[in-house]
């Protein structure tokens, strides 16, 4: 909401900079985001001047030599391409060295021959409207000299605000004089929706039929006579102002009734209402409708509109339709001003990808009340502006009229919720000026709520919000809540999860947070075209149209961000939720019960790395590689107490032949690890070879051990012996340690240390080296102990496919 400071002052004047007011709005929960400068950058070199004389330039058909009484003493020669320039007209001047809107220093200068000293100004010059036509025409009574600031806001403040959802009533300039009204106790203005304008008497035959469900009040009166023409300079510079574009007088008189009240209107042009009749009802589905922007809009059922009795013209709340607009033909007006359900104003808004100052507003549920309050004050405007007479009655349909709310507040209460006793004056006068009505009793104040905060204030709890936040929320007392037994502590997942994200940490890892969307062409190109993916219905964008089904593509992106800024080694990882339908990647995750939702919302925690190790003075950098990726992932589930093992898999965004399916507990499927397939690497411009992995942590919760086992530290020494076995080509090292580990319950340890292929083993297949470690917690063994054990293990690996190299 856009407020200029002059507009703002008509109303309240607390006297007090911009600045001073806006940091008491803020303060007081009306966030302010900004405060701009509108107009000339000083008005020094402003001032109202009479023009004495305007003759044809000799060396122009399209220039005036014109004499300019500025106040300063002599006459100002100042040649003029306006063509609505004359002798007499109060004009606005601009002396040489005044600073045009757009930065520009204004000094003398010759043209054709005549030394011009100053400018007559334009509309669109000062920043007051867009005009350029011709130059502006003061009224009379300023005298020459007078500061232009006098006569026209030419220079002002706007205090830019961010209004909350449950405050509609701050959408408005005579809604923040109120609020600074309370916050200051300087005097506030009458409301001016107050007086009317006086009926003209006559008749009109316009019908309305109301649909009550999306529409609570609806409210026409109807002028005629009306004189079409432009506003006058004063509103074409609170508009402007306002962030509002000057159209004509009538629509200039809708937008300025919205900002200064809150309420939106809209005008139609009564002669082209079809019928005499108005009909709010909910749209046919695949209905058309031309909206003032010249955009088709195909409507859906749930949308409300306005229809006359040939078809659809307005989209009810939102935007007006061509069909019944205001031309510069138009003589008699039906000015409408209504009541809209907000939760389907602001579903037609998101469905449609419009939105409007209208729609802001209603979305937010105004109060019924507020419709005729409006109408008062846009009446007075079209009589005053447009010479219009208001004739016969006016139409209210108001099915379900609101009663007033009244809120009993218990003055001790205050202090409960406070923490700070405030005397039961001080809020009575609190709330007064807030525009509350209340009456005493003994110990309790019975509130009642004004119209415009009936949405927001509807218990006692919100009444004394109102009353802590204009004492000042600063002056209350900084005290904790009484904490009894509720003692917070992190549960054991998420203990679980803080070790595992300071584990890949300690090893180097930077983490990012990547969005939860992403979009469909990155999910293919990642090789990933064909799953199913969980689609937003109102994306933002494009690009984060579906939630993200891994987190790959994120880490993907940050990495190429990286390297486009210089930095393309880089070791990342992402702790966070995907999103996968039913049906994708690995399906539903193990354990999830039948029936379960048709999509599953996962924790998962991924990692990619670039470089293995970081070079130096002394050696280049290693690249990261599938065991590097690995070595990363066995280091985090180390952590853990988790013994992985891998199967060789393949996934279409890893390298084939060099990519595992991460396995633990009762062969549960973690998830993977690999390097980068080279076509995804090079759709991200990542030129180096990319080790990743990525699992699913909340399994890896439900299997991860409890409290750690105490196990003694035993005196007695391990009897250690190597074995070379031979094995398939395609035998894994880890089904070998995992099959010895299993037929021995002595060995206490198994390693891999050498491979071995050539002359001494038969073609297909391979040497494993491999340490043994035999232990007993109390004893020492003897030579015979260990040989029975290498008889289970010798069995164990024929069962795989492997023998003991001799």
């Known amino acids: 909401m856009r407020v200029p400071i002059s507009w703002l002052r008509t109303y309240c004047d607390p006297s007090l900079t911009a600045e001073e007011i806006g940091a008491r709005l803020n303060d007081s929960g009306t966030e302010?985001?900004?405060?701009?400068?509108?107009?000339?950058?000083?008005?020094?070199?402003?001032?109202?001047?009479?023009?004495?004389?305007?003759?044809?330039?000799?060396?122009?058909?399209?220039?005036?030599?014109?004499?300019?009484?500025?106040?300063?003493?002599?006459?100002?020669?100042?040649?003029?391409?306006?063509?609505?320039?004359?002798?007499?007209?109060?004009?606005?001047?601009?002396?040489?060295?005044?600073?045009?809107?757009?930065?520009?220093?204004?000094?003398?200068?010759?043209l054709r021959g005549i030394e011009s000293s100053g400018m007559i100004l334009a509309e669109d010059e000062v920043g007051i409207g867009e005009d350029h036509a011709g130059i502006m025409v003061l009224e009379n009574g300023y005298e020459p000299g007078t500061p232009l600031l006098d006569a026209l806001p030419i220079h002002d403040q706007v205090l830019d605000l961010a209004i909350s959802p449950n405050r509609p009533d701050c959408l408005s300039v005579y809604g923040i004089a109120r609020e600074v009204h309370a916050l200051t106790e300087a005097p506030l203005a009458p409301d001016p929706t107050d007086a009317d304008?006086?009926?003209?008497?006559?008749?009109?035959?316009?019908?309305?039929?109301?649909?009550?469900?999306?529409?609570?009040?609806?409210?026409?009166?109807?002028?005629?006579?009306?004189?079409?023409?432009?506003?006058?300079?004063w509103l074409k510079a609170r508009l402007m102002a306002a962030g509002q574009r000057p159209i004509s007088n009538v629509v200039d008189v809708t937008n300025y009734v919205m900002l200064l009240t809150g309420q939106p209107l809209h005008a139609f042009d009564y002669d082209r209402v079809r019928g005499g009749r108005l009909r709010v009802h909910r749209a046919d589905d695949g209905q058309k409708l031309v909206t003032l922007d010249d955009a088709e809009r195909t409507l859906t059922a749930d949308m409300a509109l306005i229809s006359d009795a040939e078809g659809p013209t307005s989209l009810a709340g939102v935007m007006g339709g061509q069909v019944s607009e205001i031309s510069g033909e138009t003589t008699r007006v039906a000015m409408e001003a209504a009541t809209w359900v907000g939760p389907n104003i602001?579903?037609?808004?998101?469905?449609?990808?419009?939105?409007?100052?209208?729609?802001?507003?209603?979305?937010?549920?105004?109060?019924?009340?507020?419709?005729?309050?409006?109408?008062?004050?846009?009446?007075?405007?079209?009589?005053?502006?447009?010479?219009?007479?208001?004739?016969?009655?006016?139409?209210?349909?108001?099915?379900r009229p609101l009663e007033p709310r009244t809120v009993p507040l218990r003055v001790a209460r205050v202090e409960k919720l406070l923490g700070v006793a405030l005397p039961s004056g001080e809020i009575e006068a609190i709330l007064r000026r807030l525009g509350f009505g209340t009456s005493s009793g003994p110990e309790t104040l019975e509130v009642l709520v004004p119209y415009w905060r009936d949405g927001d204030v509807q218990r006692e709890a919100d009444v004394i919000e109102e009353a802590g936040r204009i004492h000042g929320l600063d002056a209350l007392p900084i005290t904790l809540p009484a904490r009894r037994e509720a003692v917070g502590r992190l549960t054991s997942t998420q203990r679980l999860r803080r070790r595992a994200e300071d584990a890949l940490r300690d090893r180097g890892a930077t983490e990012v947070v990547c969005y939860s969307f992403t979009s469909a062409e990155a999910i293919e190109r990642v090789r990933l075209g064909d799953v199913?993916?969980?689609?937003?219905?109102?994306?933002?964008?494009?690009?984060?149209?579906?939630?993200?089904?891994?987190?790959?593509?994120?880490?993907?992106?940050?990495?190429?961000?990286?390297?486009?800024?210089?930095?393309?080694?880089?070791?990342?990882?992402?702790?966070?939720h995907v999103y996968r339908a039913a049906g994708s990647l690995d399906q539903a995750p193990e354990g999830s019960p039948r029936?379960?939702?048709?999509?599953?919302?996962?924790?998962?925690i991924g990692a990619l790395l670039t470089e293995a190790m970081p070079g130096s003075w002394r050696s280049d950098g290693r690249p990261a590689d599938f065991y590097a990726a690995k070595g990363l992932l066995?280091?985090?589930?180390?952590?853990?107490?988790?013994?992985?093992?891998?199967?060789?898999?393949?996934?279409?965004?890893?390298?084939?032949?060099?990519?595992?399916?991460?396995?633990?507990?009762?062969?549960?499927?973690?998830?993977?690890?690999?390097?980068?397939?080279?076509s995804v690497a090079a759709?991200?411009?990542?030129?180096?070879?990319?080790?990743?992995?990525?699992?699913?942590?909340?399994?890896?919760?439900?299997?991860?051990?409890?409290?750690?086992?105490?196990?003694?530290?035993?005196?007695?020494?391990?009897?250690v012996q190597d074995i070379a076995v031979v094995v398939p080509e395609d035998a894994a090292a880890a089904d070998v340690e995992h099959a010895i580990a299993s037929a021995s319950g002595l060995v206490d340890r198994v390693e891999l240390f050498d491979v071995y292929r050539g002359e001494q083993v038969d073609e297909g297949s391979k040497s494993l080296a491999l340490r043994l470690e035999f232990r007993a917690p109390d004893r020492t063994l003897t030579d015979d102990d260990v040989v029975a054990e290498r008889r289970a293990i010798e069995a164990a690996l024929a069962e795989i496919g492997g023998r003991l190299r001799a």
């Not at 199913?532 to 149209?545: G, K, T, V, Y």
């Not at 107490?641 to 390298?655: G, K, N, S, T, V």
Request: charged residues 25%.
């Open 32 to 110: 302010l985001e900004r405060i701009d400068r509108v107009g000339v950058g000083a008005a020094d070199e402003f001032v109202v001047g009479r023009v004495l004389a305007a003759e044809q330039h000799p060396n122009a058909d399209r220039l005036r030599v014109c004499a300019v009484d500025d106040g300063s003493g002599e006459p100002r020669t100042i040649v003029c391409g306006a063509p609505n320039v004359a002798a007499g007209q109060t004009v606005a001047v601009a002396r040489p060295g005044a600073v045009m809107p757009d930065g520009t220093k204004l000094g003398k200068a010759k």
């Open 197 to 233: 304008a006086e009926p003209a008497g006559g008749s009109h035959d316009l019908t309305v039929d109301v649909d009550p469900d999306i529409c609570l009040r609806f409210t026409v009166r109807v002028f005629e006579e009306v004189r079409i023409g432009p506003s006058p300079l």
């Open 346 to 399: 602001s579903r037609t808004m998101s469905a449609l990808g419009l939105r409007s100052e209208a729609g802001a507003r209603f979305e937010k549920q105004l109060h019924p009340s507020l419709t005729m309050a409006a109408q008062r004050l846009a009446a007075r405007l079209m009589v005053e502006l447009c010479d219009a007479k208001m004739v016969g009655e006016t139409v209210d349909v108001y099915p």
């Open 532 to 576: 199913p993916l969980l689609r937003i219905a109102n994306p933002l964008s494009e690009d984060q149209s579906v939630m993200r089904p891994l987190l790959l593509p994120g880490l993907l992106d940050a990495a190429r961000h990286n390297a486009a800024h210089g930095r393309p080694a880089v070791r990342l990882f992402e702790s966070a």
């Open 595 to 604: 029936g379960a939702a048709p999509a599953h919302e996962r924790h998962h």
């Open 634 to 678: 066995e280091a985090l589930l180390a952590t853990l107490r988790i013994e992985p093992w891998f199967e060789p898999d393949a996934r279409p965004f890893l390298h084939p032949g060099r990519s595992a399916t991460v396995l633990a507990g009762d062969e549960r499927k973690l998830g993977w690890v690999g390097e980068l397939h080279p």
């Open 683 to 719: 759709a991200w411009d990542l030129e180096r070879t990319v080790g990743c992995f990525e699992i699913d942590f909340d399994l890896l919760a439900e299997i991860a051990p409890g409290a750690a086992g105490y196990r003694d530290v035993t005196t007695f020494p391990p009897v």
